[in-house]
């Protein structure tokens, strides 16, 4: 997944577009990121297009499971801080940042364990799924987050990314304090 946040080409308001064969459940995770990334972010986001690609999706894309992955290739490009290259991650995401389960977490583990990865990000609520097989057991480190800001800090590097964790963290807690009345 690949992200860019160009100027907005209309005076009104900035666009998200994902491109990539996504289908119905794939496109509104895209819209429920961009909604937490625009209460985050500090940032008049009318003035910027969101552009995501999801590359090499020959099958196309169903789920949400990308949407940690979404948010923090959205992040990386308005922020401009790299991701680091050698971790993986899935989950869900909600509008309020809570990494949400998914399903297939073993297999999703597995690929990342052939692909040569050493460390993958999962949901908290999928640690009592995991069960590898013999070949994967011991060869990834398996970190389980909670929250979008947990994501930021293991796949993220470079300068800023602690006042990116704590800005988003702040975003995050206000979520925290209940319903208001």
């Known amino acids: 997944i690949e992200a860019e946040t160009p100027p907005a080409l209309s005076r009104s308001e900035g666009k998200v577009i994902a ?8 496109r509104e995770a895209v819209a429920n990121v961009s909604a937490l990334i625009k209460k ?10 969101v552009h995501i690609q999801f590359l090499q999706t020959y099958e196309g894309v169903e789920g949400d499971s990308a949407s940690v992955s979404i948010a923090t290739a959205v992040v990386s490009a308005l922020e401009e801080l790299p991701v680091r290259q050698d971790i993986a991650m899935t989950g869900s995401l909600s509008i309020r940042g809570e990494v949400l389960p998914i ?6 583990i597995e690929a ?3 692909a040569g990865i050493k460390k993958v990000l999962i949901p908290f609520a999928n640690m009592g799924d995991v069960i ?3 070949r994967s057991e011991g060869k990834i480190n398996i970190i389980p987050v909670k929250t979008l800001d947990e994501v930021i800090n293991y796949a993220m590097v470079g300068r800023g990314k602690d006042e990116l964790v704590q800005r988003v963290r702040m ?3 206000q979520f925290d304090n209940g319903p208001e009345i």
């Open 171 to 173: 975003s995050i807690s």
């Open 132 to 134: 590898l097989d013999k």
């Open 103 to 108: 399903g297939g977490v073993n297999a999703k």
């Open 19 to 26: 491109t990539g064969k996504l289908g119905k459940i794939a």
């Open 112 to 114: 990342a364990v052939e």
């Open 40 to 49: 985050y972010a500090g940032k008049d986001m009318s003035r910027y297009d």
